[in-house]
């Protein structure tokens, strides 16, 4: 027995406002995922699955990157400090998109323990 689910099409606009807002803010995100990677969900792309997830873990990567990127940059100029320092121990301590900006903060005031 075959289950066939209905997918989302990744265009479709929210009809709330919050979500909107949300979705228009990530729009970018979704552009570019939608050009790169390919959706192995519909037929015509299910013998890419394997390009699927590499593409996805390469866009992890990046995304990584970035993230340890923009906590250097934030702790050189924003906070005074040096970047290098905080984007290092932000990647030492897995740091991830969720809480970036916990991360600066509490490395800023040196209070290393909280983040156990």
Do not use: N
């Not at 590499?54 to 990567?61: E, K, N, P, Q, V």
């Not at 934030?74 to 320092?85: A, D, H, K, Q």
């Amino acid at each position: 027995m075959t289950r066939t689910t209905a997918t989302q099409w990744v265009w479709a606009v929210p009809s709330t406002w919050l979500r909107f807002i949300v979705w228009l803010i990530s729009w970018p995100l979704i552009a570019v995922m939608f050009v790169t990677v390919p959706d192995c969900r519909q037929s015509r792309w299910k013998r890419w699955f394997l390009v699927t997830f590499l593409t996805s873990i390469a866009w992890i990567g990046v995304y990584s990157y970035l993230m340890v990127w923009m906590i250097s940059i934030i702790g050189e100029f924003g906070l005074g400090r040096g970047g290098e320092r905080e984007g290092k121990k932000a990647e030492k301590k897995g740091g991830d998109g969720r809480d970036w900006f916990t991360v600066v903060y509490v490395y800023s005031m040196d209070q290393h323990q909280f983040l156990l």
